[in-house]
């Protein structure tokens, strides 16, 4: 059973850092690429990074590029998203996702609350 967990949000002040961990069970991660997206209220579902199976390759937003780092850690089955120079509008509720076998798993999110 495919199951993503996430954990690491909280609130913070603007400048501030928070790291994400997704911690995944159920497949094989080091075959699958990971993604991390993020949903404020009222808007969209949008990607922000995503990691290839082997980290080689890394994707990022053009709104957090240079402030987030995404990493990926196979032997303990997670992956992580570094987040520093938080700003409000990063304010959201962040989830990470695999597409396996064709079919899309989603953790239940954590959220992250910038604000002074």
């Known amino acids: 059973q495919v199951q993503l967990v996430e954990s690491g949000g909280g609130l913070v002040q603007p400048g501030g850092s928070l790291r994400l961990s997704c911690a995944a069970s159920?497949?094989?991660?080091?075959?699958?690429?990971i993604g991390w997206f993020r949903q404020a209220p009222g808007k969209e579902r949008e990607g922000v990074s995503c990691?290839?199976?082997?980290?080689?390759?890394?994707y990022y937003a053009d709104s957090v590029k240079g402030r987030f780092t995404i990493s990926r850690d196979n032997v303990g089955w997670r992956v992580f998203l570094q987040m520093n120079s938080l700003r409000p509008e990063d304010t959201a509720a962040y989830y990470c996702?695999?597409?396996?076998?064709?079919?899309?798993?989603w953790g239940r999110g954590t959220q992250v609350t910038v604000s002074s």
């Open positions: 159920g497949f094989t991660l080091d075959r699958y690429a």
């Open positions: 990691i290839s199976s082997s980290g080689g390759n890394r």
């Open positions: 996702h695999v597409k396996y076998r064709d079919l899309d798993f």
